[in-house]
């Protein structure tokens, strides 16, 4: 399995810090939430993790994987649904990273567009352009796109924000198969109920690595309410990595 490991990592913008002096090790083929404050630094530690940002100090091991054998689905209103394509269309994307941008689609490509969309409940949906999709709609076509990739490292940015209470459990429902097959899942989320269900470890992070661990020993009151006071005393104006001396 391909461990996912932080070693004293700092990232940011313009020079300050977004994260910063954060270690931890994700275990292959693990569960895990990614939680904490607005502005903590969920999505920018994912984007770093995809290669899309570099560390201003410390480093990240992904466990030897290349970039194909990442799969990253972002918050769905980064997405632009006006691009004129189906949802076959976009779902088919899903097997670039094998075929090439270029490449053709086989008759065994087809059968499994076709089954990643009846996995996800869409079979019928091939043609509709993807501007008309509800929320959730959009988000089933996202996951089968996903499903394609056949990544050993998923990570997904608030999956089942602003969609129905049904999507969110048919898509939890794929993320545990996904688990099953020994993937390696992380997910920023900020429902601490589902967490507590679904996901069995956690890495609470308000800039800072708060707790990380198993779901019931992070999201205590105690590691909230730290997490909580830590977002609400960061100077945005600070040299990096300057840290808050207990």
Known sequence: MNALRFSDLTLGYDRHPAVH????????GSLTALVGPNGGGKSTLLKAITGALSPLE??????????REIAYLPQIA??????????????????????GIFGGVSKTDREAI??????????????????????GQMQRALFARLSLQNAKLVLLD????????????????????????GRTIVAVLHDFDLVRRHFPQ???LAREGVAFGPTAQVLTPENLFRARHMIE????????CVREVA
């Open 114 to 135: 076709f089954a990643a969309l009846a996995a996800v409940g869409l079979s019928g949906f091939e043609r509709r352009p993807i501007g008309t999709l509800s929320g």
């Open 158 to 181: 608030e999956p089942f924000a602003a969609i129905d209470t049904r999507t969110t459990h048919d898509l939890v429902h794929m993320i545990e198969h996904w688990h099953a097959e």
């Open 21 to 28: 002096h954060l270690t931890a090790e994700i275990a292959g």
């Open 78 to 99: 980064d997405i632009d649904r006006s691009f004129p394509i189906s949802v076959y269309e976009l779902v088919s994307t899903g097997l670039w990273n094998r075929t």
């Open 233 to 240: 005393a960061f100077d945005p104006h600070a040299d990096l």
């Open 58 to 67: 410390g480093r990240i091991d992904a466990g030897g994987l290349s970039r």
């Open 202 to 204: 956690s890495l609470l």
